[in-house]
């Protein structure tokens, strides 16, 4: 029997049945699979806890400034530069330790082809001799998160859709399996 859903404005209780049901076909988004990919509704075997990593490069340090923002959003404080100071871990750079990395594995000429930038400014990249800005820089950025999800997908990992999240991921899974 189909339970009466009263209609536009009026509000249902929910039965013990209902609330039950809910807990039975609600995802387990802490958990994993036996394939170690996140649990759904299909899912069939012993459930282990998920991984998961921190990208801790993303991590930023905000000064006690930072308080002031109330004052921005108020209007007591016009500039938002004089309410935020942002602190940079140079050790911690997205670029040099989730971007280049990555950037290294792949082969000069496909970057090239790939971004529309010299083999020389590339090259130059990969060493760490210059830092790109701009368009440049995210063309490499882009480039290197479609290598690291395509060797994930060949490993069947899922891929993030983040760009930074699929360069990381792609180095720990390097880390963890020993190949490139």
Known sequence: MAADTGGAGVARVQTYRDVLEDLLYHPKV????????????QTVGLLRRRVMRSISELTMYVGKESNWLEDVVAGIEHSPDEAWTEYR???RDPWKTLVLPVLKLIPA????????????TVKAARKGHTSPHGRNRQALILAAARFACERLRELDIPAPTDDLACCAAHLASTTRSGIR
């Open 109 to 120: 000429q496909r970057l090239a082809d790939e971004t529309g930038l010299t083999i020389s």
């Open 30 to 41: 802490k958990s994993a699979g036996p394939d170690g990919r996140p649990c759904y509704r």
């Open 89 to 91: 871990d140079a050790e």
